[in-house]
């Protein structure tokens, strides 16, 4: 019997094994499934996949790269978007067209990133830094989070960086009008921005000149006098300053001299376009706006968006309509200017969208100059995004007032009594005894006696003679 189920087992083994082999795929391919779906990172419902989590897949990257715009979220390495690019020694830095290098970075910081693929990773090529406006403070609402700088409204949300100029957490009461400040913001349109982070250059007393710089679309110009209106607000420009060939509609940066009696232009020049290959994958964070000058679609960091699909352009209409926070979006420069959008994710937090979570809860490596600012309390106008907590020095929690009660003594309360100390058990050895050693009995050997069977003699017999001639009578018949 056990010879025939051992038979029957050797048989079926085979086919056992290859179905256990097949389960196991079936249950690793649903696996996948799973983990492909939104449920995203930290159950976020964001799953930005892709290289490095940008949320671009790496089709194509090889001979035309990818483009990532949003803020410095980490560094050790470079983060934007939750994608990680590294800074190679021949990397290219640019702060509005003028040169820079890599110790003008800093967390908040708004960037475009030109990255190409190699070999598994994402190397920075060029890093272009943004900001959004430097001048002087001319309106503060500490209650709001809200002040003014250059005719800009400009909203300090509880995760904007604000810093003094030697790097260090700056709380929002310490902000005053006249201060000359550097402001990172994403473009929420008619003038309003949202910030990133905020630097305080220096405090300067009213009516002291200081250098501005403005960045938005020219809204219209005037030749006599010559100046021109950038997000609403009304600028002179010096003769000679503007780049020529501007006309209304063009992104612009705008530089000169903040003084009581005016602001004046010294320098105006277009916002230089994305010099990329059609087919380059794009990555960015920020506000949709209308399509200016009547182009039908919406306008997102100077490119012209357009969804990929029916599906995506009715998500991009979606988006649009209720925008609470940044949005996220990914597609394909399929013109100049223009990007296919293959991915949306609205009312994302910009500071930590799709950051990868430290391993074993490190601490980032610092920046020199940005100590102290990759942790503390988390945005809280929407916290969608996994890993990082950035710091919200510009948030000063309220002290909660000591409440009295009149004629109200607490009772003390008796100290318990102590718990009596159980005696220490003396230790015990255990005497190693060892087992006997049970010799097998011997078996006696048993000799069977060889018996020899008896030999008996048979008589011989012999059979006697019938005399001859011998009658027998007949018998008569009755």
């Given at each position: ?407 109200f003594t607490a009772p003390s309360i008796p100290a318990a009594p102590a718990v009596p100390q159980v ?56």
């Amino acid at each position: 019997m056990k010879a025939t189920l051992k038979a029957v087992v050797r048989a079926w083994l085979p086919g056992l094994r290859f179905v256990g082999v097949a389960c196991l795929g079936l249950m690793l391919g649903l696996v996948g499934s799973i983990a492909a779906t939104p449920g995203g990172i930290g159950g976020t419902g964001i799953d930005p996949g892709g290289i490095g989590g940008t949320g671009i897949s790496p089709g194509g990257i090889g001979g035309t790269g990818i483009v990532a715009i949003g803020p410095v979220q980490r560094f050790g390495s470079i983060f934007v978007n939750g994608g990680e690019y590294e800074l190679p020694a021949q990397t290219r830095y640019r702060a509005d067209g003028q040169p820079a290098s890599e110790n003008s970075l800093h967390l908040g910081d708004l960037v475009r990133v030109h990255a190409v693929e190699q070999g598994g990773r994402l190397d920075a090529l060029a890093v272009d830094i943004s900001y959004a406006v430097i001048g002087r403070v001319s309106q503060i609402d500490q209650s709001q989070g809200r002040l003014v700088v250059l005719g800009q409204t400009v909203q300090i949300l509880p995760g904007t960086l604000l810093r003094t100029a030697e790097d260090q957490p700056l709380p929002l009461s310490r902000l005053k009008v006249g201060d000359e400040v550097r402001i990172s913001a994403l473009d929420q349109g008619a003038g309003h921005w949202q910030a990133m982070r905020l630097t305080q250059l220096s405090v300067q007393p009213a009516g002291h000149g200081s250098p501005f710089l403005l960045r938005g679309k020219i809204e219209a110009t005037s030749a006599q006098p010559q100046r021109v209106k950038i997000n609403g607000v009304w600028l002179s420009v010096r003769s000679g300053a503007a780049q020529t060939g501007l006309t209304v509609g063009a992104e612009v940066v705008a530089r000169g001299s903040q003084q009581s009696q005016g602001n004046v232009i010294d320098s105006l020049q277009a916002i230089a376009p994305l010099a990329a290959p059609i087919g380059t994958r794009v990555a960015m964070v920020g506000f949709l706006q209308a399509g200016s000058q009547g182009r039908p679609g919406w306008e997102l960091q100077g490119f012209q968006i357009r969804g990929a699909d029916a599906l995506m352009q009715a998500q991009l209409q979606s988006a649009a309509r209720s925008q609470a926070a940044p949005v996220f979006i990914a597609g394909t420069l399929t013109a100049a200017q223009t990007v296919a959008v293959e991915r949306v994710i609205p009312n994302v937090n910009a500071l930590q969208f799709a950051l990868p979570p430290l391993a074993g809860g490190q601490t980032p490596p610092a920046k020199a100059g940005d100590k102290g600012s990759v942790t503390g309390a988390t945005p809280q106008f929407i916290s969608n995004g996994a890993g990082l907590n950035l710091s919200s020095p510009a948030f000063v929690a309220p002290t909660v007032p000591t409440v009295i009660q009149p004629g109200f003594t607490a009772p003390s309360i008796p100290a318990a009594p102590a718990v009596p100390q159980v005696p220490q058990m003396p230790a015990v050895n255990m005497l190693t005894v060892a087992p006997p050693v049970v010799a097998p009995p011997q078996v006696p050997v048993v000799v069977t006696p060889t018996v020899a069977p008896p030999v008996v003699n048979t008589p011989s017999v012999t059979t006697p003679a019938l005399p001859s001639g011998l009658q027998i009578p007949a018998v008569p018949r009755p």
